[in-house]
């Protein structure tokens, strides 16, 4: 039998999709499923975007709607990026350096791909978005996990991350609003990463996929403390709202964006065509995407606030008001360590006995095994309160 790259196997999957494709099957039995568990928004892009699209597709006989673009993207498109970027507040940008990718998937693997060598040490935290470790581990690369504990805020511990930075780390990579946790990065978080990644010549690969959605605080944006070692990762997927179309950016220094670059070449070759429009026609338009935006996180903030309400009745739960993102981690050690139940065995039987789909703790980190991850991007407020409902219950009769 032909052999095939080992590392292959240390890619599991994600299980946002696993857990996705139980829910659909028993949906399919005609169960209804309370869907706490997608990062998929559940708001459509704006409507005059939306008409903008069909005109332009009835319309625009031009070839240049279905041709290849360029390997980063439409220049415009990258300028309108950057303008983006700038307005929110951001980093001042050239054009060239952003590359637009299909989605933050594309441009995680494509940034750490260009910036990791077999045996490179990379700090993840502990808990942080799954979608890094397989990549990493697939690279040839080695996870250290930095705790940032719920005590905490779930910010990073200073001491073991200063410790960790002492084993000749590659990159630092974080992911701020969080996923799973929501939980913003202070300043001061933000800062120390920054100091010790340009005192130890490593990355800061900064996954900014929620940099939008932020619903009390500031986004910090790493760049700006330490723009010649940080790489931000962005998608379009959650603002404003179209994940199947795949597209996303990265942007950092020049030098390494045009390595990046080549990279998502030979990943994808370009970026989704139509994607590039919707985004430049959602981007020329300023009053459109400021009051989409607006739209967006009143509609987060108030299925955030229904899952938080149904939370403070969870008995034992610990977690940290989501001050972005559309998660909510909740750490149930208290009523589960004393019973022998971790979180996998709490989801599973979640969804058979309860119908509510969410995601498991242990994929977000070794200390997070009796932690779920609730999502609130994409239920009704009632839904959410009745989901956390039934986690309430389902909690309360395993531990009596
Ligand atoms: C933190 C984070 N980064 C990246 C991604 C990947 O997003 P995309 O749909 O753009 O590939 C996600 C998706 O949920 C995410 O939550």
Not at 13 to 35: A, F, N, Q, Y
Request: proline share 7%.
């Amino acid at each position: 039998m032909p052999g095939y790259n080992r590392r292959v196997d240390l890619i599991t999957g994600s299980p946002t999709r696993r857990i996705d494709m139980l829910r659909e099957k028993l949906s399919r039995e005609g169960k209804d499923v309370i869907l706490l568990s997608t990062g998929q928004p559940g708001f459509l892009p704006p409507r005059k975007l939306r008409e903008k699209l069909a005109s332009m597709l009835l319309d625009d006989k031009d070839l240049k709607l279905y041709s290849y673009t360029p390997t980063p993207g439409f220049y415009e498109v990258r300028e309108a990026v950057a303008e983006d970027v700038r307005g929110l507040g951001g980093p001042n940008l050239d054009p060239e350096q952003v590359v637009l990718t299909a989605g933050g998937q594309e441009a995680m693997f494509a940034a750490l791909s260009t910036i990791l060598d077999p045996g490179d040490r990379v700090v993840l935290f502990d808990p942080t978005y799954f979608g890094y470790k397989p990549i990493v581990e697939y690279l040839g690369g080695k996870v250290l996990w930095v705790k940032a504990p719920v005590e905490n805020g779930y910010q990073p511990d200073e001491e073991e991350l200063k410790r960790a930075m002492d084993n000749k780390v590659k990159a630092v990579v974080v992911v701020t609003p969080d996923n799973p946790t929501g939980r913003l990065l202070s300043l001061e978080s933000a800062k120390l990463i920054a100091d010790l990644a340009v005192e130890r010549d490593a990355w800061v690969v900064v996954d900014e996929a929620y940099k939008t959605l932020v619903y009390e605080g500031e986004h910090v944006w790493l760049y700006k403390l330490a723009p010649d070692n940080t790489i931000a990762i962005n998608t379009f997927s959650k603002d404003p709202g179209f994940p199947g179309w795949r597209l996303g950016y990265v942007y950092g220094p020049e030098w390494i964006v045009s390595k990046i670059r080549l990279m998502s070449e030979e990943l994808v070759y370009c970026p989704p065509s139509i994607a590039q429009r919707a985004i430049l026609a959602y981007f020329r338009d300023r009053e459109l995407r400021m009051k989409h935006l607006e739209e967006a996180k009143r509609f987060m903030v108030e299925r955030r606030d229904a899952m938080l309400a149904g939370l403070s009745e969870v008995a034992g739960a610990r977690y940290v008001r989501p001050g972005g993102s559309m998660f909510v981690m909740v750490d149930l050690e208290k009523p589960l360590a004393r019973v022998g139940i971790d979180s996998e065995v709490l989801a599973r039987r979640l969804l058979e006995e309860e119908s509510v789909a969410v995601i498991p703790g242990k994929y977000f980190g070794p200390s997070s095994n009796y932690r779920l991850r609730l999502s609130f991007a994409t239920e009704s407020p009632e839904r959410i309160r009745e989901g956390v409902r039934r986690i309430a219950r389902l909690i309360s009769k395993i531990a009596s």
